[in-house]
């Protein structure tokens, strides 16, 4: 894997320099130098780097890209964006979306009604906002708030009962109004058309969201009835997240596309765009062979205005604006997970470790003879010997020919020949040397909850970029197992043969070692799990002034063990006082000791749930 696929996923974002992994962007700071700043500020455990300048460069490709489009085309509709509130709410990501956004009118995208009041509070006026997912008529009433106070806001109808409440809503608003405001009014679609993948019933007939053609016909019926068609302005529909194929999306749009020219000639004159959604894929893979996407950002820009011009002339209808709702794309790229590795978990299979005696048994002498003396030419010989010497072995202790010592040895002594005869024969890619891998993999045991910070990886095997911050001058050689520090199987990285994974040999009683997990920033966070009650890591914002000089802002700290107790609605009060009464009750010990543990007890409270190392010989600050 040639520099952890870093030209794969990485978009320039990130460059290596040296032997560290660099922001490629003002004076290229290494991700290890604002990571040791934060620490050295008291700061441990697990840290999200936000990067507002990659937002903001993916908004503005985005917008360039389909202006591009446009302009190679000849195309007359606009282009519109909107970021989708489920994909990131957490408050530092919203706020450097809406700093960086300002010049390109970009909106947000709201599926429930505290997501409403961040989109009504953040949104500047005139940028689009659009209210999806089910609605009661206390959501569609504060989108008619949202419009008299002048807002660009779009309703889409989900479903037909949803119409019923816009046009009771918009009575209620503006019966005796002299200049009434009803919000624009958008309509999801079913399409017969699906995406691919896990997302895939995101579209098709079975979908959960939208209007048939059935329920579309009485929807325009009862839009035309009660005065409200020319607030019908919006065709939507979603045929799922992360599209890896550009082909069923084509196929959506032509769809689409014939449906809103079908309405413009019924008479639904004021209709002026389509909503594609979201899906725009990102490219997590960090191998060349498994790559998650097959068309560029181009190429979808260019298929989207091509099959909308097409449709529009041939049905002899104006051009639609064009709105897309790509949250991952947007959001993904802005943050990197750092944790840092806290041990080794299969380094006892070291020379150092072996427990030889003056007379070993005879198969144990010839393993360390194997060990000693195996070479390129023999590698693979000495290799399957050394197996079938383990068998062997092995069935002598189950019958007690051989003691303890003897089968620590042995498993020793085949772990490091297996090592050695696959660097030696490195260039052979079989299925024998990918089987064996498995077995001499390194387990490193990392400061970090899986559920918590890379929740799609646990529910749907989704893989992230994963590489140490430094040491990237030296070739990584062990095949690497990740576990996060919960108290669940579940909580690993396993090492995958077709998707290899190396990191460095390393001691972390000695130095400190820390892994980076990039493409969080999409959905993560808000999905993210307090499993074992380890709560979302400290944060912080890494801005860049005009010279080019780094900034760390707005830094929050995990929470703290009293807070994760109290939002699980735990009486804190109560249990501050049970812990301190049973301390000092306690008759066992000293008035000196109570004293010096309640110290230490009000100290560890104040901490987060994510671990510190042992202190090591050489004063390592704790991880």
Known sequence: MKQFGLNIWGDNNFIIQNDTVNINHAKHPSLLEITKNIREKGYKGPLLLRFPHLIEKQISTLFKTFEKAKKEFGYKGGFQAVFPLKVNQFPNFIHSLIDVSKAYNYGLEAGSKAELIIAM??????????????????????????????????????????????????????????????????????????????????????????????????????????????????????????????????????????????????????????????????????????????????????????????????????????????????????SVLIAPVLELFSQEYHAKGLRLKKKNPPLVEELYDLFNTIQRKNAREYLHDALDHMESLLTLFDLGYIDLEDRSNTEILVNLIIKKAIALLKNEDTDELKKLQDRIQEKYLVNFSAFQSLPDFWGLAQQFPVMPLDRLNQKPTNPASIWDITCDSDGEIGFNRELPLYLHDIDVSREEYFLAFFLTGAYQEVLGMKHNLFTHPTEAVITFDEKGEYHIENLIEAQNLMDILDDLDYNTNLIDKTLKYKIEESKAISKEEKRELLGKLYLYLSENSYLKTIQATNEKKGS
């Not at 609605?135 to 309703?155: Q, R, V, Y």
């Not at 059935?214 to 005065?227: D, F, P, Q, S």
Request: glycine share 10%; net charge neutral; charged share 20%.
């Open 121 to 334: 509070t953040k949104t500047p006026l005139g940028a689009p906002i659009t209210v999806n997912g089910f609605k009661d008529k206390e959501m569609i009433s504060l989108c008619f708030i949202a419009a008299k106070m002048g807002h660009n806001i779009t309703i889409t109808i989900e479903g037909l009962g949803e119409l019923e409440t816009i046009i009771q809503v918009n009575q209620e608003f503006n019966d005796h109004i002299k200049n009434p405001i009803t919000p624009k009014i958008g309509v999801r679609i079913r399409l017969h058309s699906s995406g691919i993948g896990i997302w895939a019933k995101s579209g098709g007939y079975s979908s959960k969201f939208g209007l048939t053609s059935t329920e579309l016909l009485e929807a325009y019926e009862m839009l035309k009835k009660h005065m409200l068609l020319d607030k019908l302005w919006m065709i939507h529909f979603h045929i799922g997240s992360q599209m890896g194929d550009i082909a069923p999306l084509k196929k959506a749009l032509r769809e689409a596309g014939n449906i809103y020219a079908e309405l413009k000639m019924r008479g639904a004159d004021a209709l002026g765009a389509i909503n594609i959604g979201g899906g725009l894929a990102v490219e997590y893979s960090q191998h060349s062979n498994n790559q998650e996407r097959n068309y560029s950002l181009e190429e979808f820009a260019n298929d989207v205005v091509y099959l909308m011009q097409e449709i529009a002339k041939r049905k002899g209808v104006a051009e639609p604006d064009i709105f897309t709702e790509s949250g991952r794309y947007i959001a993904a790229s802005h």
